[in-house]
């Protein structure tokens, strides 16, 4: 007999014995203990690869979504940067405090490095003059136009300042780009545009773009790429680990929706 003051549920799909709470199953009015039978992370998992498996009827249905909730979903920025103002100002500031002398170094190299194309950065960065040309052509088309830095700074934190597709870290020859994962090229009329849940970091190499996902990738279609990239298997996992990040961005900004006055 179990001693334990919570039961156990074994996951029908895993075979993994879980505590039979909501934090590990969903609910279910005539299942077992009032729960499904399949555990959150092997629904998580079926969830994936069905998105995965049958891309374009999941990439339609996201763009519907997104077609439909425009409103609000440009209401939420709205008041996640008013609500939030403060914190993403000091946040800024403490970074950029922590992080002065490596910047400094990294700059000077740079420039003794590369003597003509200095003279390209004196205005404005790389980062910034992209970033005005996504901005410029997702205005041109109409398309929603709500990422802002906070929640660039939490999609660096969530790859741990890294890629979100091979992992490299930033360097003296790379930096991170702001990729739009659907292109705002893509020529469908509900394209996501420039959105938290449509914008991932890629590595980006300072020569030309060489060696780099960010470049490689381009206006291609993600599925397409990553196979052609890396191989099924690897694709794979990859599209997983970003489809979940975009479900969690989506998550927050539901709660946050339902927590707002």
């Not at 946040?91 to 405090?97: G, P």
């Not at 929603?144 to 790859?159: G, K, S, V």
């Not at 190499?205 to 599925?223: F, H, L, R, T």
Request: charged letters at 30%; hydrophobic letters at 25%; glycine letters at 4%.
């Amino acid at each position: 007999m179990c001693t334990h003051s919570i039961p156990f549920k074994r996951c029908t799909k895993c075979s993994v014995e879980h505590p039979a709470t909501t934090t590990h199953f969903r609910k279910k009015d005539r299942g077992k203990y009032g729960l499904y039978s399949v555990c959150r992370a092997c629904e998580r998992q079926i969830t994936q690869n069905y998105r995965y498996d049958h891309h374009e009827k999941a990439l339609k249905a996201t763009r519907r979504w997104y077609k439909e909730n425009t409103a609000s979903i440009r209401e939420y920025q709205k008041r996640y940067r008013g609500i939030h103002r403060e914190t993403l100002i000091k946040n800024s500031q403490q970074y950029n405090e922590a992080h002065r002398e490596q910047q400094r170094i990294a700059t000077k190299r740079w420039r003794e490095n590369n003597p003509e194309r200095r003279m390209q950065y004196l205005k404005v960065s790389r980062n910034r003059i992209r970033t005005y040309s996504h901005l410029r052509r997702t205005r041109k088309r109409g398309l929603p136009n709500t990422f802002d830095l906070a929640q660039w700074q939490r999609a660096l934190d969530y790859f741990n300042g890294c890629c979100a597709v091979c992992g490299r870290p930033p360097g003296l020859w790379h930096t991170l780009a702001q990729d739009h994962w659907i292109p705002i090229t893509d020529l469908y009329e509900d394209n996501p545009g420039t959105v938290a849940t449509n914008i991932v970091p890629m590595c980006h190499s300072m020569k030309n773009g060489e060696g780099s996902c960010n470049k490689s990738k381009g206006n291609k279609d993600p599925i397409e790429w990553l196979n052609r990239k890396f191989g099924k298997r690897k694709a794979r996992i990859i599209f997983a680990r970003i489809d979940t990040y975009f479900n969690w961005v989506a998550l927050q900004m539901s709660n946050l929706e339902r927590t707002a006055p």
